[in-house]
């Protein structure tokens, strides 16, 4: 038996709050990076294990986001889905009662698999309730979910700081939330075709697919690809910023949030302008745009010798940011049917995760090379360049596609 639900307003917004949650597991701690160095600075190559607080999350995610597809796709959605949160919540929260940078960093690893669960499961329900227009503006909408979120988790970290590093990692328990909202607001989607009537439905049995007929392995490679490249440029304001004004005379944890969360303003404007031109406008000519703005602002970033300077710098970053998380979300989901989505949203936003991983190491290798962090930005600011010759690609990959999501 099937029983046929309609995917209303609720449904979306409760399935666009727990990509917070994936924010939240790095963008929260940003303001207390220097407090928690301090903290650990008795650590051999603290340096190197102090930043793994906020990216082995994104590690785990990266690992395991096709694992978490799988089992979407086999289990159900929304089962493992309400597992993820309760989980989340008591991971996340665990740092306040440890001492050890060991036993943080292995809590971490619980958030890492939450996340993976969360972040997978979220977006393919998304897919699966909408179609067409309506999972287009659904599945940009999460990036704006995503960016402003940034916004409210910078301050949120920053003022929770001023009360200690401990104290951030309350607002796990949030989770509990998400938790309550998806319980009450969606159900177990089929596959099944059922009627044009009736185009979302409950299952009363797991989906139980595990066929790879039809994947479509070269298109998702060669996003997968630019959207590893694109991820490290688009995590590193998020990630450095805060440092960068450390770098500048500013020694306020909830200083530093406050205007990191000015400059990422930029990200939700991004979103926004995406929006307005990503249906309209070729996969290759977005792409040359985006890396173009990430380019130019980490050049401003790199060249600053003050505060106004380097926040401009991070705007016209986030602004580039803001426009290509959703041109490469829904360029991957464009090309995913039911039976593979969960799989392939795995895929994807296992390469976004690995990409926010690696943006700490390659900052710091960087700034290792060239003198400090604003050398490190001129660095990236050089490396974003190439995303013009990727674009140029794209673009001859993908002939004139707009970003049409399809449907099914």
Known sequence: MVRHHQAGWMTGISLLLPITLTTMAIVLLTPIVPDLMAEFSSVPNHEYWVPMILTLPSLCVALLCPVAGIMGDYFGRRRLLLFSFLLYAVVGVMPVFLHDLTH???????????????????TTMIGDYYKGAARDRWLAAQTAFASMSALLFFNLGGAMGESGWRTPF????????????????????????????????EADVPPRNLSWAGFPWAKMAMIVLITIYGSVFFYTVQIQAPSGLAALGLTSPAERGFLTSL?????????????????????GRLLLIEFALLSLGFA?????????????????????????????????????????RGRGTGFWQSAFALGQFLSPLVVTFAGQHTGGLLGAFMTLSLA??????????????????KLEVAHG
Not at 104 to 122: F, H, Q
Not at 267 to 276: A, D, E, N, W
Not at 313 to 339: H, R
Request: proline share 6%; with cysteine.
């Open 384 to 401: 974003a360049l190439g995303g013009v010759i990727i674009a140029l690609i794209a673009s001859r990959m993908n002939g004139n596609h």
């Open 104 to 122: 943080i960093l292995i809590s971490r690893v619980g958030v890492g698999i939450a996340e993976a669960l969360i972040y997978v499961l979220s």
């Open 263 to 283: 400059a990422s303003i930029g990200v939700p404007l991004g979103t926004f302008l995406y929006s307005r031109i990503g249906p309209k406008w070729p996969v």
């Open 170 to 201: 309350w607002a796990y328990a949030s989770a509990l939330v998400m938790f309550a909202l998806v319980f009450k607001f969606t159900w177990e989607p089929s596959g099944e075709p059922a009627s044009a009537a009736h185009p979302d439905d």
């Open 300 to 340: 401003l970033m790199g060249k600053a010798g003050a505060v106004p300077g380097f926040l401009i710098g991070c705007f016209i970053n986030q602004i580039g940011a803001g426009l290509l998380l959703p041109t490469l979300l829904v360029w991957s989901m464009s090309i995913l049917s039911f039976e593979i």
